[in-house]
């Protein structure tokens, strides 16, 4: 059960309450329930209806697992979905950019629900207005924006051949921020007295969980367009450290990481980083190969499907590389054969190691203030999606940012849909601005401008 310490006469925002009472008298954080003679007086914490995570392991699995103990029950328990799950999303790869699509944003929703219905639970906002339904409402305009985005920048040939389209991409953001204000003032209008102090907790808890849940979905989806590889290779390398921490630490832990997760060890976080750089290494390898995914995913306006056929770039063809002269002397080789992207691999897989795991410990933090064990019951032995997603957000970023720094120049795709956007006459005249740079630079011959 979750607990949340009311403000007594030792705690320094005391004060704070005090003043706000004398100001308003029914003003304040009341939850249902309370009564005055608890506010001021009873020092004992206040126990929200946050109901303890169920068991939901299939009663098939449990009964073949009966004779072992609770450790090795819980092992095989996560063992067997943890293996159920990588065949889910191997099998979603197959089915292509629009399948991937489709799963982030399923799984951005039930993050979203689980963290939304943490609050709604501690809180106790039951009897708050339109708390629900203002949640799901700025949802739904924070993905209208983001989408609205990628739409605009990936889908210019569509957006050209539908007229609908060009007077919802050009007046795109104005609308998003209509539907946002329209939401800010539907909120305004819901405040009750005795819950102004609650309602805007949960007008926080709502913005915070949207900037951590759909702004670094979205991040992945910009990750996707850039060639599926940089979708698949840090999500499974999140993935393998996890199984590597956890079975490092399983079978040799021994020292205690970090007070926010008590089960986590030393042992398991050295053991799952040279883990996950190995596999990491030889995976970007198995990937390179391959065309589907290196290619940036393109929408191709022809077959209104999309396309991941291109000549790869320089990242992922093999370059020969000197090592370095005491690595030569240890293993007897000059030189090796290499795709440039498995030493970006290295830096992935370093920071999913490294980093990558306080989102993990980020999340066990909010899970410790609130005293709860998962943020749902979805998977068995797992909790919740967000329980499984918690260090896939923060390495989104960090690929997007990597990829941002030191992989992608300006987009010329992306550039050539955003001036078929534009008016014939602005197009003419950034036609003849690039033309005259052209032949001051040399690079368009007299013939073939006379000729033009």
Known sequence: MTELRRRGGGDPDSTENISDKEADGDDRLAFPGEGEGEMEGDSKADTPDVPPSTDNTPQCLNKALEGLSSRWKNWWIRG????????????????????????????????????????YRVYRSYELPWFRTLSWYFLICVNYFFYGETVADYFGALVQREEPLQFLVRYHRFISFALYLAGFCMFVLSLVKKHYRLQFYMFAWTHVTLLIVVTQSHLVIQNLFEGMIWFIVPISIVICNDIMAYLFGFFFGRTPLIKLSPKKTWEGFIGGFFATVVFSFFFAYLLSQYQYFVCPVEYNSETNRFAVECEPSNLFMIQEYTLPAVVQNAVRWKTVNLYPFQIHSIALSTFASLIGPFGGFFASGFKRAFKIKDFADTIPGHGGIMDRFDCQYLMATFVHVYIASFIRGPNPSKVLQQLLVLQPEQQLSIFNTLRNHLREQGMLPPAVEEAQ
């Open 80 to 119: 067997i979905l943890s293996l159920t799950m990588i065949i889910g999303f191997f099998l979603i790869i197959y089915l292509g950019p629009i399948m991937l699509i489709l799963v982030v944003m399923g799984v951005q929703i039930k993050c979203f629900h689980e963290i939304i219905t943490i609050g």
